[in-house]
């Protein structure tokens, strides 16, 4: 079953909720500030996205961080950023437990959600 990692609150989550029950794709919510994610999940994820890709860099959490944190990050405190601050990551991530890790909703993340 495909997973949704997101906010319950975030527009484009509402959005692709929605997108997923009207095209019958069986998939699991979960709150990333309420429900929580693994360490293990966050690794898979930055292992197949990169924290280039997984982090939001225009939300108001990135602008929260103190400028050095936000110039000395890299793949190796990433982790641990995101671990204290779930909502710098870009949402919703899709992810099939196996090898499919999709970041964001936009046409291209679609067409693969529905090839599924």
């Not at 709150?31 to 860099?57: C, M, P, T, V, Y």
């Not at 990135?62 to 110039?71: H, L, T, V």
């Not at 793949?75 to 990551?89: F, G, I, R």
Request: glycine share 6%; aromatic share 8%; net charge positive.
């Amino acid at each position: 079953m495909l997973k949704v990692y997101g906010l319950k609150n975030c527009d484009t989550c509402r959005k692709a909720l929605s997108w997923l029950m009207s095209e019958n794709i069986e998939h699991k919510f979960f709150d990333i500030r309420k429900d929580g994610f693994s360490e293990a999940d966050l690794k898979r994820w930055l292992s197949a996205l990169g924290h280039e890709q997984l982090i939001n860099r225009r939300g108001t959490s990135w602008r929260k961080i103190d400028p050095s944190i936000q110039e000395s990050l890299n793949e190796t405190n990433a982790a641990s950023l995101v671990l204290s601050e779930p909502a710098l990551m870009k949402r919703p991530i899709f992810d099939d437990g196996k090898k499919l890790v999709i970041c964001g909703f936009k046409n291209e993340q679609q067409e693969t959600l529905k090839s599924l």
